[in-house]
């Protein structure tokens, strides 16, 4: 969560000093204000750490204006390699076929908190959270039985995939 923090904090004090458009990334997390151009929004590829899981090629970008993205992932298929996501009831590494979250949020803090929380708890928690929370989006990448990789955006994240690629929009408000 400290990344996610620090991304808004650094972003706020750049829009004191009036700077209007702007994407700050620290990692996995980054947070976005106005557009790069007239037309267009900022676009990040996400990088889950799971391409040896899911497939080598596949590429994700998504798209941000005015908005906040954390991605927080399993490093591979082993448990006990699961990085630092740790499940506090058990003091050992998240058991779940959750493998990765990205995770849009109006900051950086709540979407890195949300994305650290999904992947401790795993899909059904994850799936149950987005749908009581209407201001968060998110990507989840998990398992099936057969342990063949599903994807899964949230209503209001719009997925888009062809071949090796899937672009994420968000839906846009005015702020």
């Not at 630092?84 to 959750?98: F, R, V």
């Not at 099936?144 to 071949?163: C, E, I, K, T, W």
Request: proline content about 5%; hydrophobic content about 40%; charged content about 15%.
């Amino acid at each position: 969560i400290p990344k996610g923090y620090a991304a808004d904090q650094i972003a706020d004090l750049l829009r004191t000093y009036g700077i209007e458009h702007m994407w700050i990334a620290l990692g996995s997390e980054a947070v976005t204000y106005g557009k790069p151009s007239k037309n267009n929004a900022w676009q990040m590829a996400i990088h889950p750490h799971v391409a040896s899981l899911v497939d080598a090629e596949l590429q994700i970008t998504i798209e941000l204006v005015n908005k906040a993205v954390a991605v927080s992932s399993k490093k591979g298929k082993n448990p006990s390699n699961s990085g630092c996501i740790i499940d506090p009831s058990t003091g050992c590494p998240a058991q779940h076929t959750l493998l990765a979250a990205v995770v849009v949020s109006q900051d950086c803090g709540t979407a890195d908190a949300y994305a650290t929380a999904m992947m401790v708890r795993g899909l059904a928690f994850s799936q149950e959270l987005l749908a009581q929370q209407e201001d968060l989006a998110a990507f989840l990448i998990y398992e099936d039985d057969h342990g063949a990789p599903v994807f899964y955006a949230s209503p209001s994240l719009h997925m888009r995939q062809s071949n090796h690629t899937i672009t994420l929009q968000t839906a846009q408000k005015s702020s």
